[in-house]
């Protein structure tokens, strides 16, 4: 849950865990090819204004020719979100996606989109 004044900014973590052996691309990955971790967040009371991902790791794997950039184990993705100067005190919820694609050394499993949301309270 988040607290915010109209008008302000706030930061909010985004936990993900991931299981052993599994990793996922970066939010840049090396190649076009490759999906990219994404977060999303659907219009609402907050407006994401930002995003700061973990610091990459650049790993070989088996399956591929070249190290590829891939987040491993349990990180934060932080989002900086801003209120509207005029948003109504009281609470509401924000809703976006979470897109990856997990692999582990030998295969990758089909790209998900999960639903993550964000408890949020306007104060005055």
């Given at each position: ?68 950039s ?19 005190p ?35």
């Open positions: 849950k988040v607290t915010a004044k109209p008008g302000s900014a706030v930061d909010s973590a985004l936990r993900v865990e991931l299981r052993s052996g599994y990793h996922v691309n970066s939010s840049t990955p090396v190649d076009e090819y490759l999906i990219p971790l994404r977060l999303t967040w659907n219009p609402g009371t907050l407006e994401a204004t930002g995003f700061t991902f973990p610091k990459a790791q650049m790993e070989k794997f088996r399956f591929s020719e070249k190290p590829l891939v987040y491993t184990g349990d990180f934060e993705i932080v989002t900086r979100f801003k209120a509207a100067a005029k948003a109504a009281g609470p509401s919820t924000m809703t976006g996606k979470l897109r990856y694609q997990a692999c582990n050394d030998i295969l990758c499993l089909p790209p998900k989109t999960l639903d993550v949301s964000l408890q949020v309270e306007i104060v005055k």
